[in-house]
């Protein structure tokens, strides 16, 4: 048989799905002729198709050694170039495509891809926007063009894309769950419920989907759902790690609701462990850092609270621990007229680390001017997230690291510190899975320690900080007395009351975090001493806290 034919074959076996007997074949040829690009090129989507990443990053590569005129050679080596997280290097291929063939639309979404994961959103909308000229039936690119959009606060333009994704292909379930996901962040619960339900009719194993629905609802015994994720179980071991890690969350919140603590915290730690060991994580170096912070930050460093100057928008800064209520005080906030809902904005940070570089320890070399920049940049990217708005609201929690600084650069912002019972707060966050990892979250030990970190920040900040700055409002007061803790924090931002910030689940905003349907609800008091429950199991948390219960 000559070289043609038993190409003939191969493809015809991986018609049929026989990739093994295709694959003997391929490498047959390339023994025989091994300067043959195409099966090189079928042996390289063979591997893709397997998983195989690194071994089709090495067979395409060969193609495009062998023939470089071809564009799919190219393109497809990039792709799997992503795949294994050579960003730059699939970027400088993707562009060698494009140049040998500007009219193939899966080229261009490709490129869109690479520019997203190197974080480079404009040309990553422009790689999207273009393969959907070229293929306007091209749904995942409509898909990720929305998820970028969402990312960037274009929430009108992402739910579009969404929209048309699921059009052209009602079987796109990431679509569909993308659109989910930002339904349930504006408030639409049940149009998000009749979503999820049906990605999970037409694909019981999109854990994706199963993860969403578990947030809206409190399990009961006889509930459809969780016979569905309990017939998942036997096939975990099998499954990529990112849905192991869900289901085993998914069925904690079951058992969690269930009242079945044990059953619950087995599977959330499973989950976390799982999670746990997919990064690395440097306790050492973050306690450094917030004692670096502490040095760069003396008393004698701030001014007077500057409550009389009002360059609009005002910032209010809410942080503190992720889980500690910083949605719900987001919330109770953001239903006040003047007040608008930023969500959680990176915008500090980013503007830190571009101007300052290392933080903080590069902090007294950056002239004042250069500083007051970062404040200034800051307010002018508030005014185009909303125009109009007096007072926005940003719920970073992480922000607390940079309080020092928010004071020197922004004299007019306000900052609240949540505060909320260190077990508590500590297991919320150990059983919450977010939507990106949040590295001391997945071990009791970590988190404790980590908790002990931040608290420690916060006792400085409160020692050195001007009157007028810093406010603490503690979550367990808020829930006991809701309407004089939010008069009181109203006064604070200099504000008059009103009676809305007391119906603040009716509030028609975005709310972008793991929070997103609990603070639709009326305020309630079911996760007040929630830890006791789980005792028995958070010893490391507990001694990493060093509190006595």
């Given at each position: ?135 306007p039936e091209h749904d995942f690119a409509h898909n ?171 910032p209010i800064f809410v942080v503190g621990m992720p ?227």
């Open positions: 048989m000559n070289i043609y034919n038993a190409m003939k074959l191969a493809v015809s076996y991986i018609q049929v799905g026989q990739f093994k007997k295709a694959e003997k074949i391929l490498f047959d040829i390339i023994t025989a002729d091994d300067k043959f690009h195409p099966a090189f090129y079928l042996l390289g989507q063979l591997a893709m198709q397997g998983n195989r990443s690194d071994m089709a990053v090495q067979f395409f590569h060969r193609a495009t050694v062998l023939c470089s005129s071809i564009a799919k050679y190219h393109r497809d080596l990039a792709e799997a170039l992503l795949y294994i997280g050579h960003i730059q290097e699939a970027i400088s291929v993707v562009q060698r495509a494009i140049q040998l063939n500007s009219t193939d639309a899966i080229t261009h979404f490709v490129a869109g891809n690479a520019y997203s994961a190197l974080g480079d959103k404009t040309n990553a909308i422009r790689a999207f926007k273009t393969a959907i000229e070229l293929d990720n063009l929305g998820s970028l959009y969402e990312a960037d606060f274009r929430l009108k333009k992402a739910k579009k894309e969404y929209e048309a994704a699921i059009k052209i292909n009602n079987k796109n379930v990431v679509a569909q769950n993308n659109l989910a996901t930002l339904l349930i962040a504006e408030g639409e619960i049940d149009k998000a419920k009749v979503i999820l339900n049906h990605i999970i009719d037409i694909q019981p194993n999109y854990i994706e989907a199963h993860n969403n629905i578990s947030s809206l609802k409190t399990y009961q015994n006889g509930d459809e759902h969780i016979e569905i994720l309990l017939s998942l179980l036997p096939e975990i071991e099998q499954m990529p790690l990112e849905k192991k890690i869900k289901l085993h969350f998914n069925l904690g919140k079951v058992y969690a609701d269930l009242k079945d603590y044990d059953k619950a915290f087995y599977h959330y730690q499973s989950s976390n462990n799982l999670n746990r060991a997919t990064y690395n994580y440097d306790e050492e170096a973050v306690k450094v850092i917030a004692e670096n912070i502490i040095d760069k930050f003396p008393k004698n460093s701030f001014k007077k609270h500057e409550t009389t100057i009002k360059a609009y928008p005002v889980r500690s209520g910083t949605s719900l005080i987001e919330q109770i906030l953001s239903s006040h007229s003047k007040v608008s809902s930023g969500g959680e904005l990176n915008y500090l940070s980013e503007l830190v680390y571009q101007r300052v570089g290392m933080f903080p320890e590069n902090i007294k070399n950056i002239p004042e001017k250069d500083l007051m920049q970062i404040g200034n940049d800051y307010l002018q990217k508030l005014k185009k997230l909303d125009a109009d708005a007096q007072y926005i609201v940003d719920k970073m929690p992480g922000n607390y690291q940079f309080a020092g600084l928010i004071a020197k650069i922004l004299p007019s912002a306000f900052i609240i510190n949540t505060n909320r019972n260190a077990l508590d707060c500590c297991l919320s966050n150990y059983t919450q899975l977010f939507r990106h990892t949040i590295p001391y979250t997945n071990n009791l030990g970590e988190l404790g320690r980590y908790y002990k970190i931040y608290n420690g920040l916060m006792d400085h900040w409160r020692s050195v900080l001007p009157s007028g700055y810093l406010y603490d409002i503690h979550y367990e007061s808020v829930v006991a007395n809701l309407e004089e803790e939010a008069r009181k924090l109203i006064n604070f931002i200099g504000l008059d009351w009103e009676e809305s910030c007391l119906t603040f689940h009716k509030t028609k905003n975005t709310v972008r975090t793991a929070s997103a349907a609990q603070v639709r609800e009326p305020i309630y008091n079911s996760s007040i001493e929630r830890w006791r429950v789980y005792e028995k199991h958070l010893s490391p948390l507990i001694e990493a806290l060093e509190i006595n219960t």
